[in-house]
């Protein structure tokens, strides 16, 4: 399997785990969104979308939550732990 499809397929996933949490329609999901100043996640939603993320087996410890986390941040780490 190419590259492209991960990055792809992977970033589907956390736009779908993303819009289950918060309601952000995947399609309206960039790369480059903060998931706390650009998708207006608070903490609540913060730490349901680590507990999915951990589901899949994927662990982002709390302390790396910031402001500047963005979705390609978490696709990232979702593509490092497969």
């Known amino acids: 399997m190419n590259d ?3 990055d792809e397929t992977v970033a589907s996933l956390v736009a779908n785990l993303i819009y ?3 309601g952000v329609l ?3 999901i960039k790369l480059e969104d903060s998931l706390i100043t650009d998708l207006a996640m608070d903490s609540v ?4 979308l680590l507990m999915r993320l951990e589901e899949i087996g994927v662990t982002i410890p709390e302390s790396d939550i910031s402001s500047s986390l963005t979705v390609a941040d978490i696709i ?4 490092e732990s497969a």
């Open 4 to 6: 492209s499809v991960i």
């Open 76 to 79: 990232q780490r979702v593509q």
């Open 20 to 22: 289950q949490v918060n």
């Open 26 to 28: 995947p399609r309206n």
């Open 45 to 48: 939603e913060l730490i349901d």
